[in-house]
């Protein structure tokens, strides 16, 4: 059988691709899986790392760019997905982060434990559930795995508990099916996060733990114990710093960015962690952020407290980057 010209290019070009893809592909499949760990009482199994939706919440990156991101994050094993109505805006050209997961999970839904986030702006019961119906429609989803209550240093601490306040909410949208487990986040006054776990309520918590600011705020020598007690599940967050001068932009890089794998090390060598969340805003940290998540070990001692010892310099210069310790 003949072929045309134009048969004959697109042919070659097929197999050109062909054989480009199947190296990777080999390379892919033979690699170290990504490791799991059971996230406290949820009893879920999830990723080490998990994907950190702010980076991509901005006009920076598109819709169908956030998709491929997270989509490649999925592939190579990433299971726990962390977004918030407050990364990006409604008003944005490209919409939030939680819109822009919508054309995956589309078809993805059930591979990931979806966390998302409720906010001090709408504090009460009714106000916390027209949140989550807000960010469900986003998503496109019926439900999440997970609902934080965003930042608690940020709530009047004498109402939050209380059945009309936001604990009220996120236990009225677990009873109508809206989400699984209920969660607290944060990356300030640790003391209140202690609270909040003693009330037996909260399955999960995500707060800052990197081995600077450890020395400011130290939520391992404060959460970490009140968290083993109630069997809640630990999520490590800003395990790089955060973005510099808070700018999420998919662009500007973390302020412990230098330290990128002594620093996943460290708070995955925490006791009690199940996952460390690390702002992803492309493929190539993707990659990046399992590579060191496939090839983990525990810091030798001698090096986590060389490492430590290099966070309590920063923390010096750092101070409550985050914001008020106490109060």
Known sequence: ??????????QGAALAVGAAVAPLARATAAAEPLPTRVL???GRTVSVIG???????????TPEAAAQIVSAALDLGVTYLDVAPVYGSDAQKHGNAESKLKQV??????????VTK???QRPTRDGVLQQLEESLRRMGVDSVDAAHIHNLGD???????????????????????????IGTSGHMRPARFVRAIETGEIDLCMNALNFADRHTY???GLVLPAARKQNTGMVAMKVLGGALKWQYDGKTPATLAAYHERAMRYSLGLPGVACAVIGLASEAEVRKAVGVARAYRPLPDEERQ????EGRKLAATRGEYFGPVTG
């Open 1 to 10: 059988m003949s072929l045309s010209r134009r048969e004959f290019v697109a």
């Open 40 to 42: 406290g009482r949820t």
């Open 155 to 181: 709530f009047d601490m004498e109402k939050v508990f209380t059945p009309e306040g936001a604990l009220g909410g996120l236990l009225e949208a677990r009873r109508r099916g809206l989400l699984r487990h």
């Open 51 to 61: 994907f950190g939706m702010a980076p991509l919440g901005s006009d920076n990156t």
């Open 218 to 220: 130290d939520f391992e």
């Open 105 to 114: 999970l589309r078809h993805r839904r059930t591979e990931v434990f979806l």
């Open 118 to 120: 409720v906010n001090a």
């Open 306 to 309: 060389a490492l430590l010892e």
